[in-house]
């Protein structure tokens, strides 16, 4: 399969530019080289109903947070998904994700609230997850507060976020969390072994290859006893029945592909509704670069779909 010649079009620039693999850079480098990449090549931020920040505060740390309300959304509490950034659990924030969750809004007519979770190394596995569970449980609480449904809460995120939306949709199901009706997950990271045949082809020239996959894992794991751990590797979940109906989008020129494949295959064996997205011409990260790559906009507007629909459902 032949790579979108959008997708093509960003190689080049990063070649042209002289970028340097994140492999060569520290993880405050690389936050700041993410966050110009995303500025650069994400499109102009569509305007919604409604933004604000917001900030879960907690014994010795506070969670940020960024709350958004779509555009002609109906009037009154609207369903709600809770959005994990992606990055690698190492860079990424509320800001390289902002143009994704107003798309989201939008399209969903729904609610999206922005999770900030602290960011490995300064703090390892498992504090992006914990972050995300007191943020889960603090947004059901403030759900009136909020005018949102408590309801219809879902989760998602894309790469790392989507690590951390499946392992939230589990510990709602084992009732460790207010219950949730869909996890949407965005090319997600479901398995820190890298044993997916999808890891042995040559990705060099992609901003996600193998090193860059094990340089996030080494800063965010505290040692490979964490890879068996299923809050790090999702597939090694000793149950997934009960789950949440999914989205689970995968790109063809991506490592994580794999994993992601089997994942949406166990759901299913499983009895969990799943709808599997693959976009065999899209590489890894493509979602947040939309102002070139223009498929972004017809997966985001796929996924608001399913969003839409497990909303009514609910």
Same mark, same amino acid.
């Given at each position: ?47 919604? =109903?409604?933004?604000?920040?917001? #900030? ?5 740390? &506070?969670?940020? +947070? ?5 555009? &002609?959304? @109906?009037?009154?509490?609207?369903? =709600?998904? #809770? ?6 659990? %190492? ?9 994704? %969750?107003? $798309? ?19 703090? $390892? ?6 972050? %995300? ?5 603090? #947004? ?6 909020? @005018? ?27 009732? @460790? ?14 398995? +820190? ?44 979940? $000793?149950?997934?029945?009960?789950? %949440?109906?999914?989205? #689970? ?8 592909? &794999? ?39 017809? @997966? ?12 009514? $459902?609910?």
């Amino acid at each position: 399969m032949r790579l979108d010649p959008d997708a093509e079009r960003v190689l080049e620039l990063f070649r042209t530019s002289g970028r340097p693999p994140i492999t060569a850079l520290t993880p405050g480098e690389a936050r700041e080289v993410y966050r110009a990449s995303c500025h650069l090549l994400g499109p102009e931020p569509p305007a919604v =109903a409604h933004v604000r920040d917001l #900030i879960a505060r907690g014994s010795g740390y &506070d969670i940020p +947070m960024r709350f958004y309300r779509g555009k &002609d959304s @109906a009037d009154g509490p609207l369903p =709600a998904i #809770i959005f994990m950034h992606g990055g690698g659990f %190492c860079i990424g924030d509320r800001d390289t994700h902002d143009t994704i %969750c107003r $798309k989201l809004a939008n399209a969903s007519h729904c609610a999206v609230v922005s999770v900030d979770y602290r960011l490995a190394p300064e703090h $390892k596995f498992p504090a992006a997850i914990e972050d %995300c569970a007191r943020a889960v449980a603090w #947004i059901e609480k403030q759900a009136s507060a909020l @005018a949102i449904d408590s309801e219809r809460l879902a989760v998602g995120g894309d790469s790392a976020g989507g690590n951390l939306a499946a392992v939230l949709s589990h510990m709602a199901r084992d009732g @460790a969390l207010p219950p949730i009706c869909f996890q949407l997950l965005l090319y997600p990271s479901l398995e +820190m072994s890298m044993r997916h045949p999808s890891f042995q082809t040559d990705y060099t020239r992609f901003p996600l290859n193998r090193d860059a996959v094990r340089y996030f894992h080494n800063h965010y794991l505290r040692n490979e006893d964490d890879q068996a751990d299923w809050r790090a590797s999702p597939l090694r979940a $000793k149950s997934f029945r009960g789950l %949440c109906p999914a989205f #689970i989008l995968t790109a063809g020129f991506d490592p994580l592909r &794999d994993e992601a494949s089997e994942y949406a295959g166990i759901l299913e064996e499983n009895g969990v509704s799943v709808t599997w997205l693959h976009m065999s011409d899209q590489m890894h990260g493509f979602l947040t670069m939309g102002r070139i790559i223009r498929a972004a906009d017809t @997966a985001l507007d796929l996924a608001a779909v399913a969003l839409r629909r497990a909303f009514r $459902k609910s």
